[in-house]
């Protein structure tokens, strides 16, 4: 009918992050594409639910996609979209990321305690209380930092701020500059870590949709906002944490660079404590021939990210240099490094679990002597 819009189900997380990250993608689709409507279902998923223990600890990669996926898988919505650092090298074969959005700030930020304004961390004192949850920014900060203790800081940004501001517990938290800065907190920032204090979390700073892997109305939808740059730099990241079949268990973090006619990655793999560590670069060129150009195979993808209107062979050299690199790190001490992190988060995991069963043991007995 004429003048009947196709309306999109959209489905997000319900945090603010999510939602203000939800409603970008939609605005920028809505400039594009006039004759969409676009309806937001928003849901809490399992990582909203649990607060009380490290993500690191949990043991699940997909704490807060899960749900989300479910939907998509469903046909309840027709897209999602992530935080890609968020989202696991590996998703299920029947969804895709339809498209990376243009990368915002790939750093780490510190925000102080209202009482330490106006201080770096070379300001603080030797003995003071970092709040984060990353291994990695633990790991590499812990390097730089070694006298500072590192404790974990959970919940949504509000409450991290909020815990930061009114526990009197933490001196400064660390968290990334996207994030911040997509909640209009710039004026909390007091310091972006350069990649020579704290290189990032694969693919942090970039936003992705999710999507059907055979929905053809959804991927072209999505295709214009595919972003060049940020796609490449992103497949060449993923496929190194792929490849070292890394996630957010080991404290692993990249620095990518990009130009007309060459992909640069660097990464690192650091032990738990920090004291170790394997850093390395790869840089590859972009074949100009186009006789270079191989054909995908019907539905193959990067790390899950699709090719879309990029260059396969441009996505291929991404992706090569992100396997190269892990391929050079794992014969290397690294691969002694990253089995010994996994080892730890593994008993980590188990530890928290037998936390949290004698909890509940005791809240048992507690109701229990209550009511008798
Ligand atoms: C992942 C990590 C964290 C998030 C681990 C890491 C930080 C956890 C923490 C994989 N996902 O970075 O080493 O600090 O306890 C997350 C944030 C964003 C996406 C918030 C943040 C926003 C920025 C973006 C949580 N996921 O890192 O401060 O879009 O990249």
């Given at each position: 009918?004429?003048?009947?819009?196709?309306?999109v189900k959209v489905?997000?997380?319900?945090?603010?992050?999510?939602?203000?990250?939800?409603?970008?993608?939609?605005?920028?689709?809505?400039?594009?594409?006039?004759?969409?409507?676009?309806?937001?279902?928003?849901?809490?998923?399992?990582?909203?639910?649990?607060?009380?223990?490290?993500?690191?600890?949990?043991?699940?990669?997909?704490?807060?996609?899960?749900?989300?996926?479910?939907?998509l898988?469903?046909g309840?919505v027709d897209f999602?979209?992530?935080?890609?650092?968020?989202?696991?090298?590996?998703?299920?074969?029947?969804?895709?990321?339809?498209?990376?959005?243009?990368?915002?700030?790939?750093?780490?930020?510190?925000?102080?305690?209202?009482?330490?304004?106006?201080?770096?961390?070379?300001?603080?004192?030797?003995?003071?209380?970092?709040?984060?949850?990353?291994?990695?920014?633990?790991?590499?900060?812990?390097?730089?930092?070694?006298?500072?203790?590192?404790?974990?800081?959970?919940?949504?940004?509000?409450?991290?701020?909020?815990?930061?501001?009114?526990?009197?517990?933490?001196?400064?938290?660390?968290?990334?500059?996207?994030?911040?800065?997509?909640?209009?907190?710039?004026?909390?920032?007091?310091?972006?870590?350069?990649?020579?204090?704290?290189?990032?979390?694969?693919?942090?700073?970039?936003?992705?949709?999710?999507c059907r892997?055979?929905d053809?109305?959804t991927?072209?939808?999505?295709?214009?906002?595919?972003?060049?740059?940020?796609?490449?730099?992103?497949?060449?990241?993923?496929?190194?944490?792929?490849?070292?079949?890394?996630?957010?268990?080991?404290?692993?973090?990249?620095?990518?660079?990009?130009?007309?006619?060459?992909?640069?990655?660097?990464?690192?793999?650091?032990?738990?404590?920090?004291?170790?560590?394997?850093?390395?670069?790869?840089?590859?060129?972009?074949?100009?021939?186009?006789?270079?150009?191989?054909?995908?195979?019907?539905?193959?993808?990067?790390?899950?990210?699709?090719?879309?209107?990029?260059?396969?062979?441009?996505?291929?050299?991404?992706?090569?240099?992100?396997?190269?690199?892990?391929?050079?790190?794992?014969?290397?001490?690294?691969?002694?490094?990253?089995?010994?992190?996994?080892?730890?988060?593994?008993?980590?995991?188990?530890?928290?679990?037998?936390?949290?069963?004698?909890?509940?043991?005791?809240?048992?007995?507690?109701?229990?002597?209550?009511?008798?």
């Amino acid at each position: 009918m004429e003048g009947t819009k196709t309306v999109v189900k959209v489905g997000s997380r319900k945090s603010q992050l999510a939602l203000i990250q939800t409603n970008t993608i939609i605005a920028k689709l809505k400039e594009i594409h006039s004759n969409y409507e676009f309806e937001v279902v928003s849901m809490t998923t399992t990582g909203d639910k649990i607060l009380d223990s490290a993500l690191s600890k949990i043991g699940a990669k997909d704490l807060f996609t899960r749900e989300l996926e479910l939907a998509l898988e469903k046909g309840d919505v027709d897209f999602v979209v992530h935080s890609l650092k968020d989202l696991p090298t590996r998703i299920v074969d029947s969804l895709v990321i339809g498209c990376v959005y243009k990368r915002d700030s790939e750093y780490d930020a510190v925000v102080m305690h209202p009482k330490h304004k106006g201080k770096k961390l070379d300001d603080l004192d030797e003995n003071s209380v970092i709040g984060t949850s990353s291994l990695r920014r633990a790991a590499q900060l812990a390097r730089r930092f070694p006298t500072f203790k590192f404790e974990n800081i959970r919940g949504n940004l509000n409450t991290r701020l909020k815990k930061l501001d009114e526990d009197n517990k933490y001196d400064a938290i660390i968290l990334a500059e996207a994030g911040l800065v997509r909640m209009g907190w710039n004026d909390r920032i007091a310091q972006v870590l350069t990649p020579s204090e704290c290189m990032y979390a694969v693919s942090q700073g970039a936003m992705a949709v999710e999507c059907r892997a055979g929905d053809e109305k959804t991927l072209a939808l999505l295709s214009p906002i595919h972003d060049q740059d940020t796609a490449l730099q992103c497949i060449a990241e993923r496929a190194f944490l792929k490849q070292l079949e890394g996630g957010c268990s080991v404290p692993v973090c990249v620095c990518s660079t990009l130009t007309d006619s060459q992909i640069s990655l660097k990464g690192g793999v650091y032990s738990i404590d920090g004291k170790q560590s394997v850093i390395d670069t790869v840089t590859k060129t972009f074949p100009e021939e186009p006789a270079a150009k191989k054909k995908a195979t019907n539905g193959h993808t990067f790390s899950a990210i699709v090719h879309g209107n990029i260059e396969l062979v441009l996505c291929q050299t991404a992706e090569a240099a992100g396997m190269e690199l892990a391929n050079r790190l794992l014969v290397t001490e690294a691969a002694d490094i990253l089995a010994e992190a996994k080892r730890q988060t593994a008993e980590a995991v188990i530890a928290e679990q037998k936390r949290k069963e004698q909890e509940a043991v005791e809240k048992a007995k507690m109701a229990e002597t209550a009511s008798s």
